[in-house]
């Protein structure tokens, strides 16, 4: 099986982001969303970007977003790919695709049930990638929840996908045996303190995933 592909989201300082492009996450993202604790201003995420080398993508997370303020954030950070973590449907991405050449979009499904992959199709003709999650409870992400992964075994993804909740340095490999997930998406459990990611465990959980 390749290697798969690794996303650290919720960076927020230009230690953290140095960190994860060493170890080589493929992926970095960064959260424009007020209530999160990992909540970065259109300004910061700016300068975080300018920093991450062309060959790490940059994911932008907003939830919900209206569109006068997803295409202010779009040309602020210029990121590599957008992530709608809300209740964003698939005629929304539809629209935005037609407008957003050259961006890649992901659609974060929380999981509680076979329904909710099958619901996930819905978003094949218009986003590039759904991240299956853990449904949202106090927040729509980041809240380090695994969702049922045996619900994955045996499903036809018609789609490009990744996994998501709940995942660290110690479960990543076992999940990626168990689900063959080609993404793995990990915040909270890289983190000392809600918001504050931890240097080590961001290399823990990069080394843990590319040894799988
Ligand atoms: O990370 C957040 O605070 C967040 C807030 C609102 C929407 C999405 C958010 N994060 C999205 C991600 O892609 C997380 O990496 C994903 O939900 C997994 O989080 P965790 O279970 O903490 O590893």
Same mark, same amino acid.
């Given at each position: 099986m390749p290697e798969p592909q690794i996303k650290i989201c919720g960076l927020s300082t230009p230690e953290t982001i140095d960190a994860a492009v060493a170890a080589r996450a493929t992926h970095i993202g960064l959260v424009h969303y007020e209530p999160s604790p990992r909540h970065v201003t259109l300004e910061q995420a700016a300068a975080l970007r300018a920093r991450v080398p +062309?060959?790490?993508?940059?994911? !932008? !997370?907003? +939830?919900?977003?209206?569109?006068?303020?997803l295409v202010e954030a779009v040309q602020a950070v210029r990121p590599d790919v957008v992530q709608f973590h809300g209740r964003e449907a698939p005629?929304?991405?539809?629209?935005?695709r037609?407008?957003?050449? /050259?961006?890649?979009? &992901?659609? *974060?499904i929380g999981v509680s049930d076979a329904?909710?992959?099958?619901?996930?199709?819905?978003?094949?003709?218009?986003?590039?990638?759904?991240?299956?999650d853990a449904p949202a409870k106090k927040l729509p992400? /980041?809240?380090g929840l695994a @969702?049922? &992964?045996?619900?994955?075994? /045996? @499903?036809?993804?018609?789609m490009a996908w990744g996994l998501a909740g709940g995942l660290g340095p110690d479960n990543?490999?076992?999940?990626?045996?168990?689900? /063959?997930?080609? !993404?793995?998406?990990?915040?909270?459990? !890289?983190?000392?303190?809600?918001?504050?990611?931890?240097? *080590?465990?961001?290399?823990? @959980?990069?080394?843990?995933?590319?040894g799988a």
């Open positions: +062309v060959e790490v993508k940059v994911v !932008l !997370l907003l +939830v919900d977003t209206q569109p006068q303020a005629e929304w991405l539809s629209l935005v037609q407008y957003s050449r /050259g961006l890649a979009l &992901w659609k *974060a329904g909710s992959l099958e619901r996930a199709q819905r978003y094949r003709d218009v986003a590039d990638m759904v991240l299956y992400g /980041g809240q @969702f049922d &992964w045996s619900l994955l075994g /045996g @499903f036809k993804h018609e990543v490999a076992d999940a990626i045996r168990l689900t /063959g997930a080609p !993404l793995v998406d990990a915040s909270s459990g !890289l983190e000392s303190a809600p918001g504050v990611k931890d240097l *080590a465990k961001i290399a823990a @959980f990069c080394r843990a995933a590319q």
